[in-house]
């Protein structure tokens, strides 16, 4: 079984930074695209940021010049550098990735979560 594993998340005030991290594991044959999501309380799940295995990137709109995500493929983790936090930006973090098994059939896989809150 692939399983993610999110961690970084916490409490922090405006202005500040954090550092998200996952780490995949299990049965891996190759990661493809790795993602970032975050879900408000109330709120539908966005995509925060995307990075395929050459490392190209793609941000949502609110979180550009802020949000840096990064991978590294020999450890088959991803990273969120989230600097100038804002209060808007307070969500729950989901890691995502597409994963093909040794059979070379790839599925989609999600982390459990991290809690990011912003005080303003």
């Known amino acids: 079984q692939v399983h993610l594993v999110e961690s970084g998340g916490g409490l922090v005030q405006a202005g500040g930074s954090l550092r998200l991290s996952c780490a995949a594991s299990?049965?891996?044959?190759?990661?493809?695209?790795m993602n970032w999501y975050r879900q408000a309380p109330g709120k539908q799940r966005e995509l925060v940021a995307a990075?395929?295995?050459?490392?190209?990137?793609n941000y949502a709109d609110s979180v550009k010049g802020r949000f840096t995500i990064s991978r590294d493929n020999a450890k088959g983790m991803v990273f969120l550098q989230m600097n100038s936090l804002k209060a808007e930006d307070t969500a729950v973090y989901y890691c995502?990735?597409?994963?093909?098994?040794?059979?070379?059939?790839?599925?989609?896989?999600w982390g459990q979560g991290t809690q990011v809150t912003v005080s303003s």
């Open positions: 299990g049965i891996i044959f190759r990661i493809n695209n």
């Open positions: 990075i395929t295995s050459a490392g190209n990137t």
């Open positions: 995502n990735a597409d994963i093909a098994s040794l059979s070379g059939i790839s599925d989609d896989y």
